[in-house]
């Protein structure tokens, strides 16, 4: 199993989702965040008096899903947050030892 | 009341009209106050709004009180020695009779006390404004009194008391630029450089925490200020109060444009903030002149002032004063610049027969407009300094370091302007609630003990 976690502009929320249904990943975990990349936030200017806002808002998603379709994953999340802007965050992915579901007690796989 | 003013032959009798027009003028400049106090609310961060607002707010309780004890006849009593009036029947307004008119005007004495009144309210509530975050309440209530008491009540005396030597020199100051603006503005410089500046000035950002309640607060001021300005010929019989509101308008747009234009060229943005801050300006510098100049002129005059001020606010960073919220830069600057100005703008068809520099009247009303500023400005810049001093040294001007980090709000006033917890359910941190102690003595402790407070 793969977790992708995605740190990305909030207002793509919605593409990012309907483009994760569409796929078929059943469920995903979305919170507000906050952070920079490269271009260190932005300034805002106060009777001129300027201010840098370093942290900018975003979304950070996360999706837990079979080794296989990792990288099919990665392209459909990228392809749905991309704006061409500069901001547009990071996906990444990392291995997943074990996911239980609790209700069931399932493992693996099946707890997907 | 401004200077210039002609008598009538025969007594004038109370007019519906002017007494009517004027209790609304009253009204309205009532509103700037509360105005103000969300002007300066929205300009500090989260954990100050409301303490801005109460140095603002409590000003109507005070200096209600003390004008009415003795302050209207310290301001308009018969005049001594040109420096302050007083008048027995006006202390405690028990003297007078309902249908008294003010001298000379066809209002009652009643209507003139509380339209004064107003102005006496807001001059001391700008102050607060440099003074945002950091001064203990009880300490600022006290300087409240002595400084509308040694300050204010006099200056006013100077400026608009018949006998006071700025009204008999012949300064124009039509509605408070010199009186309300250049003091305030004057008295705010004094009182920073004894407390000094709030805790990361320069260092952490201190953003305004709500640019819609700056907007709301500084549209309310625009509004109020016509009652400020239309109302200051006690009356509308002759046009004079409508030039006033029309000039008030005028310069009021030039400023704010300017202020705006001036920003976008050097900053490379048209702000919010700038919108209102430079529509204060324009209130600013109109109010001394507005009577006296003509409608392009109070184009002039905002625009200058606009400019003026715009470049006035960053004067803080460069000489290291925590003007938190720019009093000096927009109200001092601002009511120099206006009352300065009538020296070049007055035409001599308005208020007042004096005619400035760009009208033919050379540089006689400008020494005078000079004179009456650098007065009040020396004399509100020392004596608030000393006030603030003597109240620093006896109960102490500011908060502790901790609480003013900690938020003043919480510390002063046991409140805190927003609750955000609301929001993210469960994490909310756990109050309980104390009730009231109750008459019945028998119920009262044990019910207290169960409702032990939690602190958050």
């Given at each position: 199993?793969?977790?992708?976690?995605?740190?990305?502009?909030p207002?793509?929320?919605?593409?990012?989702?309907?483009?994760?249904?569409?796929?078929?990943?059943?469920?995903?975990?979305?919170?507000?965040?906050?952070?920079?990349?490269?271009q260190?936030g932005h300034?805002?200017?106060?009777?001129?008096?300027?201010?840098?806002?370093?942290?900018?808002?975003?979304?950070?998603?996360?999706?837990?899903?079979e080794?296989?379709?990792?990288?099919?994953?990665?392209?459909?999340?990228?392809?749905?947050?991309?704006?061409?802007?500069?901001?547009?965050?990071?996906?990444?992915?990392?291995?997943?030892?074990?996911?239980?579901?609790v209700?069931?007690?399932?493992?693996?796989?099946?707890?997907l | 009341?401004?200077?210039?003013?002609?008598?009538a032959?025969?007594?004038?009798e109370?007019?519906?009209?002017?007494?009517?027009?004027?209790?609304?003028c009253?009204?309205?400049v009532?509103?700037?106050?509360?105005?103000?106090a969300f002007?300066?609310?929205?300009?500090?961060?989260?954990?100050?709004?409301?303490?801005?607002?109460?140095?603002?707010?409590i000003?109507?309780?005070?200096?209600?009180?003390?004008w009415?004890?003795?302050?209207?006849?310290?301001?308009?009593g018969?005049?001594?020695?040109?420096?302050?009036?007083?008048?027995s029947?006006y202390?405690g307004?028990?003297?007078?009779?309902?249908?008294?008119?003010?001298?000379?005007?066809?209002?009652?004495?009643?209507?003139?006390?509380?339209?004064?009144?107003?102005?006496?309210?807001?001059?001391?509530?700008?102050?607060?404004?440099?003074?945002?975050?950091?001064?203990?309440f009880?300490?600022w209530?006290?300087f409240?009194?002595?400084?509308?008491t040694?300050?204010?009540f006099?200056?006013?005396?100077w400026?608009?008391?018949?006998?006071?030597?700025?009204?008999?020199?012949?300064?124009?100051?039509?509605?408070?630029?010199?009186?309300?603006?250049?003091?305030a503005?004057?008295?705010?410089l004094?009182?920073?450089?004894?407390i000094?500046?709030?805790?990361?000035?320069?260092?952490?950002?201190?953003?305004?925490?709500?640019?819609?309640?700056?907007?709301l607060?500084?549209?309310?001021?625009?509004?109020?200020?016509f009652?400020?300005?239309?109302?200051?010929?006690?009356?509308?019989?002759?046009?004079?109060?409508?030039?006033?509101?029309?000039?008030?308008?005028?310069a009021t747009?030039?400023?704010?444009?300017a202020?705006l234009?001036?920003?976008k060229i050097?900053?490379?943005?048209?702000t919010t903030?700038?919108a209102?801050?430079?529509?204060v300006?324009?209130?600013?510098?109109?109010?001394?002149?507005?009577?006296s100049?003509?409608?392009?002129?109070?184009i002039?005059?905002?625009?200058?002032?606009?400019?003026l001020?715009a470049?006035?606010?960053?004067?803080?960073?460069?000489?290291?004063?925590?003007?938190?919220?720019?009093?000096?830069?927009?109200?001092?600057?601002?009511?120099?610049?206006?009352?300065?100005?009538?020296?070049?703008?007055?035409?001599?068809?308005?208020?007042?027969?004096?005619?400035?520099l760009?009208?033919?009247?050379?540089?006689?009303?400008?020494w005078k407009?000079?004179?009456?500023?650098?007065a009040?400005?020396?004399?509100?810049?020392?004596?608030?300094?000393?006030?603030?001093?003597?109240?620093?040294?006896?109960?102490?001007?500011?908060?502790?370091?901790?609480?003013?980090?900690?938020?003043?709000?919480?510390?002063?006033?046991?409140?805190t302007?927003y609750?955000?917890?609301?929001a993210?359910?469960?994490?909310?941190?756990?109050?309980?609630?104390?009730?009231?102690?109750?008459?019945?003595?028998a119920?009262?402790?044990?019910?207290?003990?169960?409702?032990?407070k939690?602190?958050?």
């Amino acid at each position: 199993m793969k977790l992708i976690t995605a740190v990305v502009k909030p207002h793509r929320l919605d593409e990012i989702k309907e483009a994760l249904q569409a796929f078929g990943v059943q469920g995903l975990t979305v919170t507000e965040a906050s952070g920079y990349g490269r271009q260190r936030g932005h300034t805002e200017v106060y009777r001129g008096a300027e201010y840098t806002v370093d942290l900018v808002p975003k979304i950070r998603i996360e999706v837990l899903v079979e080794d296989d379709d990792a990288d099919q994953v990665l392209e459909v999340v990228v392809k749905a947050a991309r704006t061409g802007k500069i901001g547009d965050g990071k996906v990444w992915s990392v291995p997943v030892e074990t996911a239980i579901r609790v209700r069931t007690g399932e493992r693996g796989p099946d707890a997907l | 009341m401004p200077p210039g003013i002609t008598i009538a032959a025969d007594a004038p009798e109370l007019s519906a009209a002017n007494t009517g027009f004027m209790l609304i003028c009253s009204a309205l400049v009532m509103l700037m106050t509360p105005g103000l106090a969300f002007f300066y609310g929205g300009m500090v961060r989260v954990k100050s709004t409301l303490n801005m607002l109460m140095m603002s707010f409590i000003s109507l309780g005070i200096v209600t009180i003390l004008w009415v004890l003795y302050g209207f006849s310290i301001a308009f009593g018969t005049d001594h020695g040109s420096l302050f009036g007083w008048e027995s029947d006006y202390v405690g307004l028990s003297g007078l009779g309902v249908n008294q008119l003010w001298d000379g005007y066809t209002i009652p004495v009643y209507v003139f006390a509380v339209f004064q009144l107003m102005f006496a309210i807001i001059t001391p509530a700008l102050i607060s404004g440099a003074l945002a975050d950091r001064v203990k309440f009880t300490a600022w209530a006290l300087f409240v009194a002595l400084w509308a008491t040694i300050v204010y009540f006099p200056v006013a005396h100077w400026v608009w008391g018949t006998g006071g030597w700025a009204f008999e020199l012949g300064v124009i100051d039509f509605a408070g630029g010199t009186a309300v603006h250049v003091n305030a503005g004057a008295a705010a410089l004094g009182v920073i450089l004894v407390i000094g500046k709030r805790v990361g000035f320069k260092k952490d950002p201190m953003r305004p925490h709500s640019l819609p309640l700056v907007m709301l607060g500084a549209a309310l001021l625009w509004f109020g200020w016509f009652g400020f300005n239309a109302g200051s010929w006690l009356g509308n019989d002759d046009g004079v109060g409508a030039l006033m509101f029309v000039n008030t308008q005028v310069a009021t747009a030039a400023a704010m444009l300017a202020w705006l234009l001036y920003e976008k060229i050097r900053h490379g943005a048209f702000t919010t903030l700038g919108a209102a801050s430079g529509a204060v300006a324009g209130l600013v510098a109109i109010t001394p002149a507005g009577g006296s100049c003509s409608p392009l002129g109070a184009i002039a005059i905002g625009a200058i002032a606009g400019l003026l001020c715009a470049m006035a606010v960053g004067l803080k960073f460069r000489f290291g004063f925590d003007d938190s919220l720019d009093v000096v830069g927009v109200h001092l600057v601002g009511g120099v610049a206006g009352s300065i100005l009538v020296g070049f703008f007055a035409t001599g068809g308005g208020q007042s027969k004096a005619q400035g520099l760009f009208y033919g009247g050379g540089l006689e009303q400008l020494w005078k407009q000079l004179a009456g500023v650098g007065a009040v400005l020396a004399y509100s810049l020392i004596a608030s300094a000393v006030l603030a001093l003597l109240i620093d040294r006896t109960i102490g001007m500011r908060v502790g370091e901790d609480d003013e980090v900690a938020g003043i709000d919480q510390v002063e006033h046991a409140e805190t302007a927003y609750d955000f917890s609301g929001a993210g359910g469960g994490t909310a941190p756990r109050t309980t609630v104390v009730p009231a102690p109750v008459a019945d003595s028998a119920q009262a402790p044990a019910q207290t003990q169960q409702n032990k407070k939690v602190d958050a």
